[in-house]
């Protein structure tokens, strides 16, 4: 079910400019979420990185831009976006097939040491609480002392006035920058349905969301609920580094034994 060089690197490319569509200054997030990476695994030779719901591999390839030096494990369920990464981004990281937050997910990543640092990017948001929960947990107990869990995503603030401030703001801000013009998510898919290239691959992704029950979840929960299940996690400090009407990166570090964190240590 693989695809041409071709295929995938025209896909990938229309994937990024219909996402930027729904994430509010997306390439400036992305680059906060790399800052944030580069400065907990400075000093580190080989830093060990995951990237959870890495879909074709978009954020998992600006971190190996900017730490060629780093292994970057990428997981997800989606077996076309999955292709489209291997093939564009081969380089970027090792892609694994696996359903986050179901039973033996942490197993199929293959991991054989402890995590720097676990990233992800409008992802977690669709499993459920208790499910995320589960996940945090599991993400607290494979990183190092000091690594951290980057999650950008939209927190949508406590109460519908402040939410519909913060996601009005934010669509304005899409439509200045030129994202109203963009193709939108579901033009992308019934387009991707649409290539010969891709039917096998489509039809696997069809028949995956269909046992599961489709692509819904949890919904957005706000940064202070997620902040409470990265604590019950294990987490010692959560903090929001960057936001932009409800879209906003947030950041959970993992302490030693005292409390304390121990950022940039091997």
């Known amino acids: 079910m693989g695809v041409s060089m071709g295929t995938a690197r025209a896909w990938v490319e229309r994937w990024e400019r219909q996402q930027e569509r729904y994430a509010v200054d997306r390439e400036e997030r992305f680059t906060v979420i790399t800052d944030i990476v580069e400065h907990v695994t400075g000093g580190l030779s080989r830093p060990l990185l995951l990237d959870l719901g890495c879909g074709p591999g978009s954020l998992a390839a600006r971190l190996a831009d900017r730490l060629p030096d780093a292994e970057i494990v990428a997981a997800d369920m989606d077996p076309l976006l999955l292709e489209l990464g ?13 359903v986050i937050g179901e039973e033996g ?14 990233v992800s990017t409008t992802a977690l948001h669709y499993l459920p609480e ?28 406590d109460g519908a006035p402040c939410s519909d401030i913060t996601a009005y703001v934010g669509r304005r801000r899409a439509e200045r920058t030129g994202g109203h013009t963009h193709e939108d998510w579901r033009s992308w898919w019934d387009a991707a349905a649409r290539d010969p290239e891709l039917a096998d ?35 010692s400090h959560v903090t929001p580094v960057w936001q932009f009407g409800d879209s906003a990166v947030l950041v959970a570090v993992m302490g030693d034994t005292d409390g304390t964190a121990a950022v940039g240590r091997p």
């Open 86 to 98: 291997r093939t564009h981004h081969a380089d970027a990281a090792r892609y694994v097939d696996t």
């Open 105 to 118: 997910w942490i197993d199929a990543l293959g991991l054989e040491r402890p995590l720097d640092a676990a």
């Open 130 to 157: 208790p499910v995320l929960l589960r996940t945090y947990r599991r993400l607290a107990a494979l990183l190092r002392p000091g690594g951290v869990l980057v999650n950008g995503d939209h927190f949508p603030p």
């Open 201 to 235: 691959l489509f039809d696997e992704r069809e028949r995956r969301r269909s046992a599961h029950g489709g692509s819904g979840g949890g919904g957005h929960l706000t940064a202070g609920r997620h902040a409470e299940l990265l604590h019950q996690a294990g987490f």
